[in-house]
């Protein structure tokens, strides 16, 4: 090898190395082992920040969502609850009212049955006496039918009608020319009701006939 091809080789050697170092210094070659800049760091933490605060804001308003359907739903019950009780007490008030109403109507019931046997005993003075007795007699009987009628205590008198074992009480049963079968011939001892209440049932006499009289 002669001088000339030393030299060559030679500058070929450094122009390789300098191309080499030029290389390994160029801020813009694409050296996979070269840091990234703070620059694409920063990029790079400020997407995965603003994907974890996208994540945060998802899960905040799925939070949000489902507390707002629970809160309807607790509304519903609650007014449904209250309508319930609203309906519950109008109830009760109108039982109230009608018991009230029953208790004021019947409220007489008791005393009214003890009195009755006063009633009759006035009714039997009356039919057995004469003259101004009778006439007192009257005149009682007179009162105490008023004191009935206030409190629409009214007498039960079935003769001539069909027995009606809700109202009447069969003493005895005999044929008669005059009834039809099955009516009432005598009434024994009046009945008494308070309005539709039966105090005490009317004490008849029925009449039994083969054949209802003509």
Do not use: W
Not at 65 to 81: C, G, P, R, S, V
Not at 119 to 131: M, R, V, W, Y
Request: no cysteine.
């Amino acid at each position: 090898m002669n001088d000339s091809t030393k030299q060559t080789s030679s500058y070929e050697a450094m122009a390789k190395k300098e191309a080499e170092q030029t290389k390994n210094t160029d801020p813009h070659s694409k050296n996979e082992n070269t840091p990234k800049s703070s620059d694409e760091l920063t990029k790079k933490d400020s997407a995965k920040t603003n994907k974890s605060h996208d994540h945060i804001q998802e899960h905040q308003q799925n939070t949000i969502d489902q507390l707002k359907e629970t809160i309807k739903e607790k509304e519903k019950e609650i007014k449904d609850l209250k309508l319930r009780n609203l309906a519950d007490i109008s109830n009760l008030q109108e039982r109230y009212n009608r018991e009230s109403a029953k208790i004021k109507t019947y409220a007489h019931q008791y005393l009214a049955q003890d009195i009755l046997e006063v009633a009759d005993a006035l009714e039997q003075a009356q039919n057995s006496l004469e003259g101004q007795q009778k006439a007192g007699i009257q005149l009682i009987s007179d009162m105490l039918q008023k004191a009935f009628d206030k409190h629409h205590i009214e007498s039960i008198d079935p003769t001539g009608q069909p027995y009606d074992h809700n109202h009447h009480e069969a003493m005895a049963m005999q044929p008669s020319d005059t009834e039809k079968n099955n009516h009432i011939i005598q009434v024994v001892q009046k009945g008494y009701k308070i309005k539709d209440r039966l105090l005490r049932p009317a004490r008849v006499i029925v009449a039994k006939n083969d054949q209802s009289a003509t």
